[in-house]
């Protein structure tokens, strides 16, 4: 029998499903599939309203040596999810010897109200929230894939902050849509300064990172196709997404300056403020040193 010798090892995992009517159920253990059935899942007639999926495990300590794993660990996992599916509520209960001790994540509109959370009152500008979906392939030679591209992002000269999601995972690193994101605010901003002169002849052009000093932005896209640049899932390479995404802000960003044309001003002169405070910035630094290898 392996590893399914007895009904519950001291390390098991069991799965129960309710959809569709009915009820399935798995038990694991040591990664073996221990249900005892030939179709490997239990099926029994459900007819309550609640549905979902339930699991419950116990880990095998030959595997994971540590399991002190904090609680600020699942809060932040918990949180995350929330923000990025909208209306579903995350309940989180630890039992301790005080009792149970329970903490909820609930966002009605998402990435949008989580937006507020974090810039308050600082705002420089109005909130924006843009969705698109668009269809494509990362090569000529690769199938088609659709993907849903939801933004939320507001200036402020006190808050700062940019994250990406995919599929409903936080992208620690970014990939695609980072570039995507930098790619379209350089690029109109630039612009826009460009346009309206507000360079010195002999200035050069911002970067993202003068952007970044004054952005608040959260991106949620969802894929039937992701490649991730490693197991670690923190970082997409998907070249369609990153092309997609990137024409797609640079349109939006276009229309909501010419839309918005005091706010235009407001990010604009914003960003060239935090580009000459970088570049001063970086002259004293260089001025103390050539002074102190004098």
Not at 186 to 205: C, F, V
Not at 249 to 256: A, C, D, S
Request: with cysteine.
């Amino acid at each position: 029998l392996g590893t399914c010798a007895t009904q519950y090892s001291s390390e098991y995992m069991d799965v129960t499903v309710r959809r569709d009517g009915a009820e399935y159920s798995l038990h694991f253990e040591k990664g073996e599939n221990c249900t005892g059935t030939k179709t490997g899942f239990k099926k029994k007639k459900y007819t309550g309203t609640d549905t979902g999926t339930k699991i419950r495990w116990r880990p095998d300590l030959e595997v994971f040596t540590d399991i002190q794993i904090p609680e600020t660990y699942y809060l932040d996992v918990l949180k995350r999810q929330a923000v990025v599916n909208p209306k579903l509520r995350f309940i989180f209960r630890n039992e301790t010897p005080e009792g149970i001790k329970e903490t909820e994540f609930y966002y009605e509109n998402g990435i949008s109200d989580y937006l507020k959370e974090i810039v308050g009152d600082t705002a420089l500008t109005t909130e924006q929230v843009w969705s698109a979906q668009r269809t494509g392939k990362d090569r000529e030679d690769k199938p088609e894939y659709k993907v849903k591209m939801k933004v939320a992002f507001v200036f402020s000269n006190k808050v700062q902050l940019i994250q990406h999601y995919h599929n409903s995972s936080w992208l620690e690193h970014g990939g695609s849509p980072d570039k995507a994101m930098q790619a379209a605010f350089t690029n109109q901003i630039d612009g826009w300064l460009k346009a309206n002169s507000k360079y010195n002849k002999t200035e050069g052009k911002i970067k993202f990172t003068d952007i970044a000093d004054c952005l608040v932005f959260i991106s949620s896209n969802f894929s039937t196709q992701t490649s991730y640049e490693n197991q670690t899932k923190k970082s997409i390479t998907n070249k369609f997404i990153q092309e997609a995404m990137t024409d797609w802000l640079k349109h939006q960003l276009e229309v909501y300056f010419l839309e918005n044309p005091d706010e235009a001003v407001k990010i604009c002169e914003q960003v060239l403020i935090n580009k000459r405070a970088r570049e001063n910035a970086a002259k004293a630094r260089d001025t103390i040193l050539s002074l102190i290898h004098i």
